[in-house]
T-cell receptor, first 114, second 115 residues
Framework: NAGVTQTPKFHILKIGQSMTLQCTQDMNHNYMYWYRQDPGMGLKLIYYSVGAGITDKGEVPNGYNVSRSTTEDFPLRLELAAPSQTSVYFC?????????????FGPGTRLTVL | AQSVAQPEDQVNVAEGNPLTVKCTYSVSGNPYLFWYVQYPNRGLQFLLKYITGDNLVKGSYGFEAEFNKSQTSFHLKKPSALVSDSALYFCAVSPKSGNTGKLIFGQGTTLQVKP
């Protein structure tokens, strides 16, 4: 299994542009998550999904959108990029079992907005 | 507000010595507790978790963590540190209420193990 994969690894975006960060998992996990990691801070949850067709906001959803049309894919859309969205973005997935689960993370996308 | 605190930005230890990375939390109920490790330019890797039962949890790479309910702490430990343990360590909690599996992370602690 490849686990959780993310593309691109790096990207530079201009202010006001839009882009989609891709996330795919091949573990048949039902739950998926998007986090951002800023320097000196822990990860903050942006959006999450408990299954195909179901998404919900996390702690810092403003400026982002998600969709979950399949179990495998959970893309994150940035509309009208701002410098405050410069960050490292991590996608994670988990299999819900027994009331708790372990999240498995992708390698991350380092995004710079200039 | 629910939160996780890692009071030390950096922990320095000599190779072969025991190490402790501290974590305390402020979450209602009895949450699930996790430790993750992040190597440079990599994603987070799961180390161990506490769900219930024995307060001492054993995980990957010789790490263990001790849960203390009265002190709301979940400190990460290893009896003998290796240079290769040098990395960024995150404590995280998952509140049982809501049952969404969402993780609340601490700000991270950099572990530096010197030869």
């Amino acid at each position: 299994n490849a686990g959780v994969t993310q593309t691109p690894k790096f990207h530079i975006l201009k202010i006001g542009q839009s882009m989609t960060l891709q996330c795919t998992q091949d573990m048949n996990h039902n739950y998926m998550y998007w986090y951002r990691q800023d320097p000196g801070m822990g990860l903050k949850l942006i959006y999450y999904s408990v299954g195909a067709g179901i998404t919900d906001k996390g702690e810092v959803p403003n400026g982002y959108n998600v969709s979950r049309s399949t179990t495998e894919d959970f893309p994150l859309r940035l509309e009208l990029a701002a410098p405050s969205q410069t960050s490292v973005y991590f996608c994670a997935s988990s299999l819900r079992e027994g009331g708790t689960d372990t999240q498995y993370f992708g390698p991350g996308t380092r995004l710079t907005v200039l | 507000a629910q939160s996780v605190a890692q009071p030390e930005d950096q922990v320095n230890v000599a190779e072969g010595n025991p190490l402790t990375v501290k974590c305390t939390y402020s979450v209602s109920g009895n949450p699930y507790l996790f430790w993750y490790v992040q190597y440079p330019n990599r994603g987070l890797q799961f180390l161990l978790k506490y769900i219930t039962g024995d307060n001492l949890v054993k995980g990957s790479y010789g790490f263990e963590a001790e849960f203390n309910k009265s002190q709301t702490s979940f400190h990460l430990k290893k009896p003998s540190a290796l240079v290769s343990d040098s990395a960024l360590y995150f404590c995280a909690v998952s509140p049982k209420s809501g049952n969404t599996g969402k993780l609340i992370f601490g700000q991270g602690t950099t572990l530096q193990v010197k030869p």
